[in-house]
């Protein structure tokens, strides 16, 4: 499939693998009237500005409202972000995208008044309003966690004032996004034969994982070396990302940037302390991993560059679309018929958009809103990582197609700390039905590929979890966020996360520096634990079979966010309060690694 082909050319030629959008408006007029509807709903709430706490029935009558415009703000803006990402070059989606965008700004800031303003009711009115209001008791447990922040959430003018400060405090992360994804560049590489290759953001990790190791080094050194000569200005805009995050949580009463940042979705930092002590006390199977690799490679001086690369070579898998729809069916059949019926609707009714065409937005992802169906976004090439792409993807469809079914506006969409859960116990059940149905070589590049995942998910992202809270208690403690501050301590977690097998050069220490996700706060930690609650639940599914799969789905996929996700979790057999998922999935990277060294011996 080639990025020439038109976004028309595509649709006729495989309209059964692309969006039907008209699920959502039924053309462009369609969507220009409701985006003006909504338009015009923005000022309905002044009626209730200053009023919630004067009865039950105008809190309930705020609430729906607030609810009503939402949603269908929602479908708008889905509509045109889905139209601009099917062809980035058309300028009108562009502006499609542009405006839906600033709607929801206009939204989010006429509603700002209601936060504060529910904190200034008192609680004991509070919970009257509730026990005599039978219909606002749907907003109960919403009000609960508005009632949790009542510590740290100000008046509305001081909240408001932050809110808008906001956009001039993100001035360092939109800094680096300009500068990350369209001022810099790259020396050319070179490969072993002496020929030389443009190095882009995206042929970035294509290189690294070549077999000509001329080319890797070529390639890790020009993009270290481009941004290590930014790398004092890089450190800057990390150390203003870095104290916007540590202003306002002392702005709102928090003690830690990583307290605020976690409590909003009532996550435990003990969550995020437990992964850190877990990842450390089985880095030596990591470590054996390296050894392992290095001795499959052949290279005395393994590096840094040399840890992406396929240790499992000359494998032929291709992976056509039609073939991977029944990989997926077939690797999640456990799941059961309630499950595979909605993957089935799905693939039958528009949720997909399959191949790559000129424009479209690059890579892949899960999207929609309460009133739509979920909607898919690929970019196949015909490969094994395309399948799991897809079982991921629809992992996340699946939950949002459930939580959206059976909860309301209000409880339907689901935090980030459990968003990446679903997506991944597809891949682990998925993994599982493969290794038993693959002949020994395939076997092999699956378990390759396996141990790959671990390694950057779990592993990886917990090391970038770690070096984002020591910059922020760095920062916190009143101490120079520097540069060479920076380099210091990453260079020591890769050291230590990597072992004395992979040699850490000064290139790597400044790693840090081309990793958007520092720009997030405390989000990278949710990688790691949503990894490992997958691979306990996915274990559970396979070996409990019917009442484990009842439990995920009606404990978990449909609730949405109608309780807090650690409870959720929890309801669905994994206690992430525990290190004992971690432990769990620490144990199936070793079973794997341990599978992987005996096929290497046979085949």
């Known amino acids: 499939m080639t990025n020439q082909v038109t976004r028309e050319a595509q649709e006729q030629k495989y309209p059964e693998h692309t969006w039907d959008l008209t699920t959502i408006f039924k053309d462009d007029t369609a969507w220009e009237s409701a985006f003006e509807q909504v338009s015009n709903r923005i000022g309905e709430e002044q009626q209730y500005?200053?009023?919630?706490?004067?009865?039950?029935?105008?809190?309930?009558?705020?609430?729906?409202?607030?609810?009503?415009?939402?949603?269908?703000?929602?479908?708008v803006y889905v509509y045109a972000h889905l139209k601009q990402d099917q062809d980035t070059s058309n300028d009108k989606y562009t502006g499609f995208e542009a405006r839906a965008h600033q709607l929801i700004i206009r939204f989010s800031s006429a509603w700002s008044f209601l936060v504060p303003e529910l904190l200034q009711i008192d609680e004991t009115t509070l919970q009257t309003f509730l026990d005599t209001h039978?219909?606002?008791?749907?907003?109960?447990?919403?009000?609960?966690?508005?009632?949790?922040?009542?510590?740290?959430?100000?008046?509305?003018?001081?909240?408001?004032?932050?809110?808008?400060?906001?956009?001039?405090?993100?001035?360092?992360?939109?800094?680096?996004?300009?500068?990350?994804?369209?001022?810099?560049?790259?020396?050319?590489?070179?490969?072993?034969?002496?020929?030389?290759?443009?190095?882009?953001?995206?042929?970035?990790?294509?290189?690294?994982?070549?077999?000509?190791?001329?080319?890797?080094?070529?390639?890790?050194?020009?993009?270290?070396?481009?941004?290590?000569?930014?790398?004092?200005?890089?450190?800057?805009?990390?150390?203003?990302?870095?104290?916007?995050?540590?202003?306002?949580?002392?702005?709102?009463?928090?003690?830690?940037?990583?307290e605020q940042a976690l409590s909003h979705n009532y996550i435990p930092e003990t969550v995020y302390d437990n992964l850190v002590k877990t990842v450390h006390k089985h880095l030596p199977l990591l470590h054996r991993y390296t050894k392992l690799r290095q001795r499959l490679l052949g290279i005395d001086d393994l590096k840094m560059y040399d840890m992406y690369t396929p240790l499992v070579k000359d494998i032929k898998f291709d992976m056509p679309y039609d073939e991977a729809v029944e990989w997926m069916l077939k690797g999640l059949a456990p799941m059961g018929d309630t499950y595979l019926n909605v993957i089935k609707e799905g693939l039958s009714n528009g949720w997909v958009d399959v191949y790559e065409n000129k424009g479209k937005r690059s890579g892949a992802y899960s999207s929609g809103a309460h009133q739509t169906n979920p909607f898919i976004l690929l970019n196949w090439s015909d490969t094994v990582s395309d399948l799991f792409t897809l079982v991921h993807e629809f992992g996340h469809s699946v939950h949002s197609y459930f939580s959206r079914k059976h909860q309301s506006s209000t409880y339907s969409g689901y935090s980030i700390f459990v968003a990446e859960v679903a997506s991944t116990c597809n891949e682990a059940l998925l993994s599982h039905y493969m290794e038993q149905h693959l002949d020994d070589k395939r076997r092999l590049l699956l378990l390759n590929q396996e141990l790959e995942r671990f390694r950057a998910t779990l592993f990886r992202q917990t090391m970038f979890a770690e070096f984002e809270h020591k910059i922020h208690q760095i920062e916190e403690a009143g101490e120079p966020l520097t540069a060479q501050r920076m380099n210091e301590e990453y260079a020591q977690l890769n050291r230590q996360y990597f072992g004395d097998t992979v040699e850490t050069d000064e290139h790597i220490s400044k790693e840090w520096s081309r990793i958007p996700h520092f720009y997030m706060n405390y989000y990278v930690y949710q990688y790691a634990t949503g990894y490992s609650a997958a691979q306990s639940l996915s274990h559970q599914i396979l070996t409990e079979g019917q009442p484990a799969v009842e439990r995920y789905i009606n404990e978990f996929l449909k609730k949405g966010s109608s309780n807090y996700p650690i409870e959720l979790l929890k309801n669905a057999g994994v206690d992430m309060n525990t290190p004992q998922p971690i432990e769990e999935a620490l144990h199936v990277f070793e079973q794997k690694l341990d599978a992987f060294e005996k096929l290497m011996e046979t085949v």
């Not at 009023?51 to 729906?64: I, K, P, Q, R």
């Not at 001081?158 to 800094?175: F, G, I, M, P, R």
């Open 49 to 75: 500005k200053g009023h919630l706490g004067d009865s039950a029935e105008t809190l309930y009558a705020a609430l729906c409202l607030q609810d009503e415009i939402e949603g269908d703000l929602e479908s």
């Open 134 to 258: 039978d219909d606002l008791k749907h907003y109960a447990f919403a009000l609960e966690m508005i009632n949790r922040q009542r510590p740290h959430v100000l008046d509305a003018d001081k909240e408001k004032l932050l809110t808008e400060a906001q956009d001039a405090l993100s001035t360092a992360s939109n800094v680096f996004s300009m500068f990350d994804n369209a001022d810099l560049t790259f020396e050319d590489v070179t490969d072993k034969d002496g020929h030389q290759h443009p190095l882009t953001q995206g042929t970035f990790i294509k290189y690294l994982e070549s077999d000509d190791r001329v080319l890797r080094e070529s390639a890790y050194n020009s993009v270290y070396k481009a941004y290590g000569a930014y790398n004092n200005t890089l450190s800057a805009t990390l150390a203003g990302e870095v104290k916007k995050h540590v202003f306002n949580a002392r702005a709102h009463h928090y003690k830690t940037a990583r």
